[in-house]
């Protein structure tokens, strides 16, 4: 299988507005909170599923750590609730820009509101490679304008 990915010298010198083929955890979790609500360009794969892996570890320590034995959950509710609030904005912006790098539009991630069949829909549409083609959803940094040319005043006929 061939990567997308250009040959950058140091991993922190991948730019932000590109994705990150092969990301080693701990880069994909910083650049996970780096663009915590950007929802325009690329994510890789390695990028989506280590920020998702992180998350389940996070939230399975806050549940355990929360519960006791007779059955109470409210610290646990709590810390859950915190957690879920500093991160359903950057993890929707992940999973819209992991759907942009397999050429998909982040539309689709409405499918998780349909039970079962959406979500496996979109498990699957997250596990696609990267299409080259997913470039249209990158934003290039703004090109200035070339100056315009001065015209002779008052107009000359």
Same mark, same amino acid.
């Given at each position: 299988?061939?990567s997308?990915q250009p040959a950058? /010298?140091a991993?922190?010198?991948?730019?932000?507005?590109?994705?990150?083929?092969?990301?080693?955890?701990?880069?994909?979790v910083?650049?996970?909170?780096?663009?915590?609500?950007?929802?325009?360009g690329?994510?890789? $794969?390695?990028?989506?599923?280590?920020w998702?892996?992180?998350?389940a570890?996070?939230? /399975?320590v806050?549940?355990?750590?929360?519960?006791?034995?007779d059955? $109470?959950?409210?610290?646990?509710?709590?810390?859950?609730?915190?957690?879920f609030?500093?991160?359903v904005?950057?993890?929707?912006?992940? /999973?819209? $820009? $992991?759907?942009?790098?397999?050429?998909?539009?982040?539309?689709l991630l409405l499918?998780a509101?349909?039970?079962?069949? /959406?979500?496996?829909?979109?498990?699957?549409?997250?596990i696609?490679?990267?299409?080259?083609?997913?470039?249209?959803f990158d934003?290039?940094?703004?090109?200035?304008?070339p100056?315009?040319?001065?015209?002779?005043y008052?107009?000359?006929?």
């Open positions: 299988m061939s997308y950058y /010298g991993p922190s010198s991948v730019p932000l507005e590109l994705p990150y083929y092969g990301a080693p955890p701990v880069e994909a910083k650049r996970f909170w780096k663009k915590y609500a950007v929802f325009a690329r994510a890789s $794969r390695s990028e989506y599923w280590w998702a892996l992180a998350s570890i996070v939230s /399975g806050l549940n355990a750590a929360g519960s006791t034995t059955g $109470r959950t409210a610290t646990s509710a709590g810390l859950s609730g915190l957690w609030l500093a991160t904005v950057p993890s929707l912006a992940v /999973g819209a $820009r $992991r759907l942009h790098d397999a050429n998909l539009s982040a539309l499918l509101l349909i039970p079962v069949l /959406g979500w496996i829909a979109l498990l699957v549409m997250m696609l490679p990267p299409n080259p083609a997913g470039q249209r934003r290039l940094p703004a090109q200035p304008y100056p315009y040319p001065e015209a002779p008052p107009p000359q006929a």
